[in-house]
């Protein structure tokens, strides 16, 4: 069966520290790997997504992570964060067969002093 | 292009009673999820549907949930009696099987409150 893995819970950091959560998935097969964003009060956004290829993914606001495939790791990273990037965030991972089941992390709440 | 749409927001209800929750997915999408958000257990796979056809609901929690897609326009969750702890935000989501790596396209969700 498939499940993922979020190591921090709860993070605070200042506005310009450097970001990284972690994620560890399991799971026998080939996967598809993403990064889920959940403002306050809002529903979730994608951030970023792994199919194939680069191990090293860009997403939108400065996001970047990492496919360490050795490691069954999708480590999510930003260099600089902003008080704005104060939200929740979700590692998610699908198998490429039977309709695409999409499980999901714990989550990881973010707060961004200014 | 509109997107997952949920229905009601909210729900305010007495414990026992029926509760009915809707979604329209992204008109094209052919897999749909529900999921169910709490503080203590996080994002939940309830039952997931590809093609109108429930391919896993080992997600849903016991007798009272129920889940239909009786087109592909269209699908509900039923928790009937309703129990104060089923007091969550549900959301839908959608996708096109095959064409996003099943990249899900989430509702704003319903957020339901039992008494």
């Known amino acids: 069966a498939q499940s993922v893995s979020q190591h921090n819970h709860h993070v605070i950091l200042s506005e310009a520290a450097s970001l990284e959560l972690g994620c560890n998935y399991s799971y026998g097969g080939t996967v598809n790997l993403f990064w889920y964003v959940q403002y306050p009060g809002q529903h979730l956004q994608l951030l970023l997504k792994y199919f194939s290829g680069d191990p090293l993914v860009k997403g939108i606001k400065g996001f970047e992570a990492e496919f360490i495939k050795s490691k069954f790791s999708f480590n999510l990273r930003k260099p600089s964060v902003q008080w704005s990037d104060t939200a929740e965030y979700f590692c998610a991972v699908n198998a490429r067969t039977g309709g695409f089941k999409t499980i999901f992390g714990a989550g990881t709440r973010l707060f961004v002093k200014a | 292009d509109a997107g997952v749409i949920q229905s009601p927001r909210h729900e305010v209800t007495e414990m026992g009673q029926e509760v009915t929750l809707r979604c329209k997915p992204i008109?094209?999408?052919?897999?749909l999820f529900w999921y169910r958000q709490t503080m203590m257990r996080g994002l939940e796979l309830l039952i997931y549907f590809n093609n109108n056809v429930p391919i896993d609901d080992s997600g849903m929690p016991e007798d009272r949930f129920s889940a239909k897609m009786p087109n592909a326009s269209f699908s509900t969750l039923k928790i009937q009696p309703s129990e104060p702890r089923d007091s969550a935000v549900y959301f839908c989501a959608s996708t096109l099987a095959g064409e996003y790596g099943g990249e899900l396209f989430f509702g704003e969700g319903s957020r339901l409150t039992v008494l």
């Open positions: 008109s094209g999408h052919n897999s």
